[in-house]
């Protein structure tokens, strides 16, 4: 059997063969619930090797680790088959990501899609890995690459162009970035994945109007979905930088919160909560519902990226317990030799005693510690819009400690990378409430 792309499948049938496809559109478009949707396909033919690959695909990308377990179930079963050389390359990559060998799975994608170009799924778990692992660079080269060989007869090329999007805006080609995203909603209004390449393009370029009238516009990315949160998230941002607290806690309170179900949700979410109370709003009680959210994965230590948003929500809602647990989890992860333990050691652990200094009302210890790491903070992961968080507490830490200086040299050095004057921190006292 052969996929839509003419790519030779090992195993499966004909019905099998429609539900991967469908499933392999909505991890496309990051729309519907792809896991659901290829269920039957696994249930029906369960040495479809693709069907148990993109299985694992969609687990291990969570970055969450039960998921990793069931990423792996799938992985060892695709194994147990005679895959051919595309499916093998699938599956060492998998392996490796299971294994915390994020940048090898990354280069065994490029690898693949040398060889098989029109394999949108590698390139989407590729720019996955790149988009992780903070590789801005790949996040745009790795679909230069393959670009000769699609055009709009091919299918998926809405996708291809909605992942070109967004790595041309993490490399600062706004112009290219949001004509590609745009074209890639026109093909496919569901494509969730391009709508929020344009999204960073208004963000980083402060075009604040524009940027809300293209959340209301573009409609097809409301359906539910993998990527459903971080749009709204991104609507909330536009609002919050206009000054407009009372509809960014609306949207924390309405469709991001109450929509967060993954921990990219609830990144989302504490991230949202943090830049609300740097605007010096009274989040009230917020923060304990999200740390509880949060509380079962306080032990993962599996991403340095996950681990910093959830040791914010712990020390706002002071869950001390919470954070000795997250601690040492980070802890055991400096034990393993994984890419994990690089993120933690470059990034993660003093990033989260920054946040934690910060909360606590130590601005001092919180100037110091930012100051250290946010040129290297690419290195655990995050886009520039959610790193910006960092640049953002680092001036409010600075003004609140008594070093107006730095506040002012950072905050105008934040002005002219994104050439707009624009930061939610009116000199008032950050943090007001902490304990």
Request: charged share 20%.
């Amino acid at each position: 059997m052969k996929d839509q792309m003419g790519y030779e499948l090992t195993g499966g049938t004909a019905q099998a063969l429609d539900a991967y496809e469908q499933a392999l559109h909505e991890m496309r478009c990051l729309t519907g619930n792809p896991v659901a949707t290829l269920a039957p396909a696994l249930a029906q033919a369960p040495d479809f090797a693709m069907a148990q690959l993109l299985n694992a695909w969609m687990h291990v990308s969570s970055t969450e680790l039960p998921a990793i377990a069931i990423a792996r179930e799938s992985l060892a079963a695709a194994r147990r088959l005679a895959l051919n050389e595309r499916e093998e390359l699938h599956a060492a990559a998998i392996g490796q990501w299971c294994d915390g060998q994020w940048h090898a799975a990354a280069r065994t994608l490029e690898d693949l899609n040398a060889l098989y170009p029109h394999d949108a799924l590698a390139l989407q778990m590729g720019q996955q890995l790149d988009f992780f692992t903070g590789d801005s660079r790949m996040l745009r080269d790795r679909m230069l690459r393959v670009l000769p060989s699609w055009s709009e007869e091919v299918p998926g090329y809405h996708a291809v162009l909605g992942m070109l999007a967004f790595g041309l805006e993490e490399t600062g080609d706004y112009a290219r970035a949001e004509a590609a995203g745009r074209r890639a909603v026109e093909l496919e209004p569901l494509d969730a994945w391009a709508q929020h390449a344009v999204a960073h393009v208004y963000e980083m370029q402060g075009r604040r109007e524009e940027g809300i009238r293209w959340m209301h516009e573009s409609t097809g990315w409301q359906e539910s979905g993998f990527f459903l949160v971080h749009n709204w998230w991104h609507l909330a941002l536009h609002h919050l930088a206009r000054g407009e607290t009372a509809e960014a806690l609306e949207l924390y309170d309405g469709a991001i919160r109450g929509n967060a179900a993954s921990m990219m949700d609830l990144i989302d979410c504490s991230a949202m909560l943090w830049r609300l109370e740097l605007a010096g709003l009274d989040v009230g009680g917020r923060w304990t519902g999200l740390a509880d959210a949060f509380a079962p994965h306080a032990a993962s230590g599996n991403y340095a990226f996950n681990d910093l948003h959830a040791a914010m929500a712990f020390a706002r809602a002071g869950r001390e317990d919470l954070l000795r647990s997250l601690r040492t989890a980070q802890a055991v992860a400096l034990t393993r030799r994984d890419d994990n333990a690089e993120f933690v050691t470059a990034v993660g652990a003093p990033a989260i005693e920054a946040m934690v200094a910060f909360a606590a009302g130590d601005h001092a210890q919180a100037t110091s510690l930012l100051r250290t790491i946010r040129n290297r903070a690419a290195r655990f992961g995050g886009s520039h819009a959610q790193r910006d968080l960092l640049d953002q507490t680092l001036i409010a830490a600075a003004r609140s400690s008594g070093n107006a200086s730095l506040a002012k040299a950072v905050e105008t050095e934040r002005e002219q990378v994104l050439g707009y004057r624009e930061f939610p921190v009116q000199g008032r006292p950050a943090f007001a409430l902490a304990s």
